[in-house]
C-alpha cells in the first residue's frame, strides 16, 4: 500500500486541510504568505500541497514546483515551519510516527526547489 | 495564446486576462459591476470550447446548462467562441411598493416578489444597458412576500444616490436573481449562530435571523451589528423586539464611537467577538458587509475552530 493510500487518501486530505490550515495562519513565521482573502483558493493549493506530500497522485514537476515558489523567497526558516506544522497535524489525526517521517521526507525532497536553490 | 471568438472578430487573450477585459480593450460594451464573479451582470454565452469550472461558479443548473458563464472569472487556456446574452433575458420587471428612509442614510426599498428567492441572497439591479449594482435581500419570501432591500446612500453614488433619488413608488425596476448561498442553511436546529455585519451589511443578516426563526431554529442565534457611530443603527426597534420575543436571539450593537450615549456597546467589534468567542468550534458563522471587514472576521473566526464550510459570507464588492 502506498503512502498515501495508509494515510487515508482523500478524505484524510479533507480532514487535514482546515487543520494544516488553521496553523499555518497563526504561525507568524509564515501566516503573510497564505493570508489571502480567498480562502477557497488557498485550501485548495493547500490540498495541491497536502497531496503531494503525502505522496498521493499529482503531476507536479520539480520546474512546478520552483516555478510556484521562486517569487516568495523562502528561507529555511519558512521551510521548517511548514513541515512542522505539517507534522503537528498529521500527529492531531493520529498518524504514527514513522509515517509522519515518511510525509517528512517528500517534502524534504522538494525542499531545493522550493526555496530555489 | 489563446483567441476569444466574438462577433466574427478573434480576440489574443493577454497572460492573466480575462474574457471581459479581452472584449473592453478591443472597444465592445460589454455590462460589468463587480468584475470578482459575484454580480453576475457580465454573463455571457459559449459557443465553442470548453469552460474554466470556476468562470460558471455559483450559476443555476439552467444557466450551465445553457452554456452561461461569468466573463470577468473566465481565463481560459485555449480557444473560444462566445456571445453576447441580452439583458432581457437575465432581468425581469418588479414594481416598487415603498421606499422609507430608516435613518439619515439608509433606504428601504420593498418591490414586488416577482421570484422565489432565500433570505440573504442578493439581486443585481440594472441602471441602464451596461450598468447593475447588487443588494442583498432583507426580507422572508413565505412571511412578507416582497423583495426588501437596504441601501447604504453613497454622495453621487450612481445608484444609491443619483437614481434612488429619482425613484416613485410604482416605478419598475430591472432585476436579475436571486444570486448567492449566503442563506440559513443547516441541518442542526440546535446549531449556535453568529451573525455579523457592519453598515447594510445587516440586510442579508436581518433576513437570515428572520428565516432562521421562521424555520424553527432552536439554538442560540447572535447577531452583531457593527457601526462607526451610534447614530448610524437602523432597525433597532424591529430588532430588539425580535430578541424580546424569542429567548435564543440575543442583538447587540457596538459602536466605534458613541457621542449620544445610546443603549449600545462601545468599542472594537473584532475584539467584542473574540472575547464572546473564544472558541467558534461547531458555530454556524454569518458575515456581511465590507470585505475588509469580512477577511479580517473570517480568518478570526476560522482560527477560533470554525469550519471552513461553516462560514458565510456576503460581500459588498463596489461596482
Ligand atoms: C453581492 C453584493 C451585495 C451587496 N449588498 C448591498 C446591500 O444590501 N446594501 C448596500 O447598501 N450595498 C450593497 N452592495 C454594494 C452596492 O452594490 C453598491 O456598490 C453600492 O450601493 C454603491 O453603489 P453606487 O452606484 O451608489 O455608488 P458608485 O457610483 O458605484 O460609487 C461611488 C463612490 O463610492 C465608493 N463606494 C462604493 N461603495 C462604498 C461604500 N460601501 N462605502 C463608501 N464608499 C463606497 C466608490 O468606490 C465610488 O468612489 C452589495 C454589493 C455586492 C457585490
Ligand atoms: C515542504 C515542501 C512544499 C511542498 C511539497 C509544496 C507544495 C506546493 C504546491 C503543490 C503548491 C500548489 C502550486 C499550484 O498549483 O499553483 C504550493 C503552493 C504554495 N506554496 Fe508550497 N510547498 C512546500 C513548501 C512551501 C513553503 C515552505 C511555503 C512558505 C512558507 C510555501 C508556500 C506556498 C504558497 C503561498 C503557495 C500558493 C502560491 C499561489 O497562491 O500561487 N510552500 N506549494
Redesign the pocket.
Known sequence: MSLYEKLGGAEAIDAAVDIFYRKVLADDRISHFFDDVDMDAQAAKQKAFLTMAFGGPNSYTGKDMREAHKHMNLNETHFDAVVENLAATLTELGVSEEDIGEVAAVAASVKDDVLNK | MAKIHFENEAYSLNEGDSVLDTLLEAGHDIPF??KEG??QSCLMKLEEGSLPPESQAGLSEVQVKLGYFMSCSCKPSADLKVAQVDAGQLTVESKIITIDQLNDSILRLRLEAVFDFLSGQ?ISIWIDDNTT????L?SVKAVDNFIE??????P??????K?CRRLNIGDKLKIQGP??KCIYATNNKSQALLLAGI??GL??LYGILRDALHQGHEGPIHLIVGAKQASNFYLVEELNQIAAKNSQVKVTFIAQENNNQSACETGDLYQYVAEQYPSTKDMRVYLCG?KTFIKKLRKQCFLAGADRDCIHM??????
Do not use: M
Not at chain 2, 133 to 136: A, F, I, K, T, V
Not at chain 2, 149 to 154: E, F, G, N, Q, T
Not at chain 2, 314 to 319: A, E, N, R
Open positions: 459591476s463587480c459575484a454580480c442578493y449594482r447588487s443588494y442583498s432583507a432591500l437596504h441601501i447604504k446612500v453613497i453621487d453614488g450612481i445608484f444609491s444616490d437614481y444570486i448567492g453598515g447594510t440586510a442579508p465590507a456576503d460581500v459588498f464588492l463596489p461596482g
